[in-house]
């Protein structure tokens, strides 16, 4: 079922009645069964949201996003209890072995890369060298061909002259954005299937409590890229207003590809997860990654 995701930017008061949430601002009341909920980013410091509302919706495994001062978002509540196994799956987690996440961090790279040139020639209309950069991912991308691959991609991307940072000038604030979005949807995908967002695969810093959809997220990025690229053609607003943020909430429900069928990206990233759950059980070997373009 493809979940609903709100942005509340006024000021408001969220309870709960009867599994409904109840959104009641200055002039309107409204009603939305929780069941619906996917997601809920909180851009307005007067907002109040009840703790019987919170725990519903996290009961109901929805991702609820809190923005700080700067509109982007800062934290977020998951479910710790979405699985009936979590323990057993937690086990899994903690005692895979290094080469089962060296290998699966290989592969994560490689869809990245290849995510990245395919995206890259669609842009700028040119062939590039990606998917030889991509075959040269080594088992734990030891030799770092992430970071050659990011070097040309970002110099190709922009303008001449564009230097991604977490802080950076125009377009860094749409591309922190979506980035905060996909990765709250990822680690709720993660929490779904019972697994511990902050064991990473490959990212380990321990201030760091959603290591593991860090790491996930990495190969859905160029969406993200994709449509920040759109947004600047189509407006000259350099500010992150409702509009922009509207825009990109939409990559949640935007479509990918999986060999067998096309599913919206909120979906297809549970069952990305799903498979990464099965790769530590060892029921599976790779991780079920979707294409972004048909």
Same mark, same amino acid.
């Given at each position: ?10 000021? *408001? ?12 601002? =200055? ?24 703790? !019987? ?19 982007? !978002? ?13 323990? =057993? ?6 005692? *895979? ?55 040309? #991609? ?16 125009? !377009? ?34 321990? #201030? ?9 997220? =990495? ?15 189509? #407006?000259? =607003? ?29 979906? *297809? ?10 790769? &530590? ?7 079920? &990654? ?5």
């Amino acid at each position: 079922m493809l979940k609903r995701s709100l942005l509340l930017e006024n000021r *408001a008061s969220i309870t709960a009645k009867n599994l409904q949430l109840v959104i009641k601002t =200055e002039t309107r009341e409204s009603t939305i069964p929780i069941e619906d909920i996917g997601f809920i980013v909180i851009d307005n410091p007067e907002i109040y949201i009840s703790i !019987p509302a919170m725990n519903l919706l996290i009961e109901n495994n929805t991702s609820l996003i809190i923005c700080g001062k700067n509109h982007l !978002p800062n934290g977020m509540f998951l479910n710790l209890n979405s699985h009936h196994v979590q323990q =057993e799956i937690f086990r899994n987690q903690i005692e *895979a072995s290094l080469p089962l996440k060296k290998q699966l961090w290989q592969l994560t790279i490689v869809e990245k890369i290849k995510n990245q040139g395919i995206l890259l020639e669609k842009i700028t209309g040119s062939k590039n060298q990606f998917e030889f950069l991509a075959s040269k991912v080594l088992s734990g991308d030891t030799s770092n061909m992430e970071g050659v691959a990011a070097s040309q #991609y970002w110099k190709s991307f922009f303008e001449e002259g564009f230097k991604r940072e977490r802080f950076g000038n125009y !377009p860094n604030n749409f591309l922190n954005y979506g980035y905060a979005i996909l990765r709250a949807a990822t680690a709720r995908a993660l929490s779904g299937s019972g697994l511990l967002n902050t064991l990473g695969i490959h990212h380990k810093s321990k #201030y760091n409590a959603f290591a593991l959809a860090d790491d996930i997220m =990495e190969p859905f990025r160029p969406l993200v890229d994709e449509k920040v690229y759109e947004i600047m053609q189509q #407006y000259d =607003e350099q500010e992150l207003n409702t509009q922009i943020k509207s825009e990109l909430l939409q990559l949640l429900t935007r479509t990918v590809y999986f060999k067998e069928e096309k599913s919206p990206l909120m979906v *297809a990233l549970q069952k990305t997860a799903s498979s990464l759950q099965q790769c &530590y059980t060892g029921e599976r070997k790779k991780i079920k &990654y979707p294409k972004l373009w048909s």
